[in-house]
């Protein structure tokens, strides 16, 4: 079995959370290298994990190591410039969404990985979780009827996130929408079996009463309909800062004989006067989700299979045309 040398570019929150463990689980999979531009992370991941080549400098780390894949959870407005980078010097690429932040970048981000003949992949962990595999099957086994409409929401309360970069206008690099957003919205179109987008509405709300100037360089709320060739639609809302109790992260499916909601683990169907509601019946742990993509990711790269990377600029194509809708307050077709 071939051994995969990874290096992890960003060593954030979700990089010590989710991947230095997921990728330190994979028997095939070793973590060679590490970089940050913040000392301090790297002292504390030296110590933890028990990673011992660390550079501050990218590019060092590239041109020093001997590697096969390249981790990236760097600064959204990143992810496009870091993936192109990384693919050009003949590695394959885990990234973290949003794949880019614009639907041209991440058409170069593509071509880049065509060119080298390299294997990109965004990390849509939600696809990999149990209960999405699970409720995929329900919907495309036609148990609920034909899908006609979804409602996916992911609002969070009072939780805007402490790093400035996340806060940055959604077109240098974060905002709820492209944030986290971008997980339930891709969730969503998985599940509705990838339609073919036709135009969006959105409305994108920037509120001063948050108490925070700079704050406002964002959205702090944000909502969008897309319509689909086919009839179908979606609707999306995001937050980092909804006044609500609780968050609120769930999408619910609408069939022409019942419903689905995710990941609250049921669904139901209706018969004349008569309702079945089940379980889905697996729910798994956060992390098991990016494990089993990491392993789906080496398949690909030793099976030569397509990791999906266009549906990836679909999903940012689905978000930008959201934010031209409520800049422009007109509908956002797709040419």
Same mark, same amino acid.
């Given at each position: 079995?071939?051994?995969?040398?990874?290096?992890?570019?960003?060593?954030?929150?979700?990089?010590?959370?989710?991947?230095?463990?997921?990728?330190?689980?994979?028997?095939?999979?070793?973590?060679?290298?590490?970089?940050?531009?913040?000392?301090?992370?790297?002292?504390?991941?030296?110590?933890?994990?028990?990673?011992?080549?660390?550079?501050?400098?990218?590019?060092?780390?590239?041109?020093?190591?001997?590697?096969?894949?390249?981790?990236?959870?760097?600064?959204?407005?990143?992810?496009?410039?870091?993936?192109?980078?990384?693919?050009?010097?003949?590695?394959?690429?885990?990234?973290? /969404?949003?794949?880019? +932040?614009?639907?041209?970048?991440?058409?170069?981000? @593509?071509?880049? %990985? $065509?060119? #080298?003949?390299?294997?990109?992949?965004?990390?849509?962990?939600?696809?990999?979780?149990?209960?999405?595999?699970?409720?995929?099957?329900?919907?495309?086994?036609?148990?609920?009827?034909?899908?006609?409409?979804?409602?996916?929401?992911?609002?969070?309360?009072?939780?805007?996130?402490?790093?400035?970069?996340?806060?940055?206008?959604?077109?240098?690099?974060?905002?709820?929408?492209?944030?986290?957003?971008?997980?339930?919205?891709?969730?969503?179109?998985?599940?509705?079996?990838?339609?073919?987008?036709?135009?969006?509405?959105?409305?994108?709300? /920037?509120?001063?009463? +948050?108490?925070?100037?700079?704050?406002?360089?964002? @959205?702090?709320? %944000? $909502?969008? #309909?897309?319509?689909?060739?086919?009839?179908?639609?979606?609707?999306?809302?995001?937050?980092?800062?909804?006044?609500?109790?609780?968050?609120?992260?769930?999408?619910?499916?609408?069939?022409?004989?019942?419903?689905?909601?995710?990941?609250?683990?049921?669904?139901?169907?209706?018969?004349?006067?008569?309702?079945?509601?089940?379980?889905?019946?697996?729910?798994?742990?956060?992390?098991?989700?990016?494990?089993?993509?990491?392993?789906?990711?080496?398949?690909?790269?030793?099976?030569?299979?397509?990791?999906?990377?266009?549906?990836?600029?679909?999903?940012?194509?689905?978000?930008?045309?959201?934010?031209?809708?409520?800049?422009?307050?007109?509908?956002?077709?797709?040419?």
């Amino acid at each position: 079995m071939k051994e995969y040398k990874v290096a992890l570019l960003g060593l954030g929150d979700i990089a010590q959370a989710f991947h230095i463990p997921a990728i330190q689980s994979i028997d095939n999979c070793r973590i060679i290298a590490a970089c940050d531009i913040d000392l301090k992370v790297l002292e504390i991941v030296e110590e933890k994990y028990n990673i011992k080549s660390l550079y501050l400098d990218y590019r060092d780390m590239l041109d020093s190591e001997s590697l096969d894949i390249v981790l990236i959870s760097t600064p959204n407005k990143l992810h496009a410039e870091h993936s192109t980078y990384c693919l050009g010097k003949g590695l394959n690429v885990l990234v973290e /969404k949003p794949f880019a +932040l614009n639907y041209e970048e991440s058409v170069q981000t @593509e071509n880049a %990985a $065509i060119a #080298n003949n390299k294997s990109i992949m965004c990390l849509h962990h939600n696809r990999f979780k149990e209960c999405s595999i699970q409720s995929k099957k329900i919907i495309d086994s036609g148990l609920i009827g034909g899908i006609f409409y979804a409602k996916a929401s992911i609002l969070l309360s009072d939780n805007m996130p402490k790093k400035p970069h996340y806060l940055d206008n959604t077109r240098i690099g974060g905002g709820p929408l492209y944030d986290v957003g971008y997980h339930l919205i891709d969730l969503a179109w998985w599940m509705m079996g990838k339609p073919k987008p036709e135009y969006a509405l959105g409305k994108l709300f /920037k509120h001063e009463s +948050l108490g925070n100037n700079d704050i406002s360089k964002c @959205e702090d709320f %944000a $909502i969008g #309909n897309i319509y689909f060739e086919n009839g179908k639609t979606l609707f999306i809302e995001a937050s980092y800062s909804a006044k609500i109790e609780d968050d609120l992260i769930e999408c619910t499916f609408f069939g022409e004989e019942g419903s689905l909601t995710w990941p609250n683990d049921y669904f139901v169907r209706k018969e004349k006067n008569n309702i079945l509601k089940l379980k889905v019946p697996f729910r798994d742990k956060p992390v098991l989700a990016t494990v089993k993509q990491i392993r789906y990711f080496l398949k690909t790269i030793e099976e030569s299979l397509n990791p999906y990377i266009e549906s990836s600029s679909i999903v940012v194509r689905l978000i930008e045309k959201i934010i031209e809708s409520s800049d422009t307050k007109k509908i956002a077709y797709f040419k």
